[in-house]
């Protein structure tokens, strides 16, 4: 059994920071890609940044020199760093790991901006 864990979510004022962790746990004992999506109210889900086993990492283009992903391999964590938080980064943010076969997904956890 996998289970992704994720925590950090939270309320924040623009202009704020929050990071977002996710842990794998059960059995799962390689990890490939890991990354981050986020889904807004009345918006698709959409890739916010994604992060290699190697450590290459990819961003949207809307989070670039804002959000920092990383990952701790012996953890099994991934994480987002998230710096100067805009409103329109408000939406649930999901973990996503991927293994030699099988995907998992995170439950989401709440990011909410203020203005």
């Known amino acids: 059994q996998v289970q992704l864990v994720e925590s950090g979510g939270g309320l924040v004022q623009a202009g704020g920071s929050l990071r977002l962790s996710c842990a794998a746990s059960?059995?799962?004992?390689?990890?490939?890609?890991m990354g981050w999506y986020r889904q807004a109210p009345g918006k698709q889900r959409e890739l916010v940044a994604r992060?290699?086993?190697?450590?290459?990492?990819n961003y949207a283009d809307s989070v670039k020199g804002r959000f920092t992903i990383s990952r701790d391999n012996a953890k099994k964590t991934v994480y987002l760093q998230m710096n100067s938080l805009k409103p329109e980064d408000t939406a649930v943010y999901y973990c996503?790991?991927?293994?030699?076969?099988?995907?998992?997904w995170g439950q989401g956890t709440q990011v909410t901006v203020s203005s």
């Open positions: 996503n790991v991927q293994s030699l076969w099988d995907g998992y």
């Open positions: 059960g059995s799962i004992s390689s990890i490939n890609a």
């Open positions: 992060i290699s086993s190697g450590g290459s990492t």
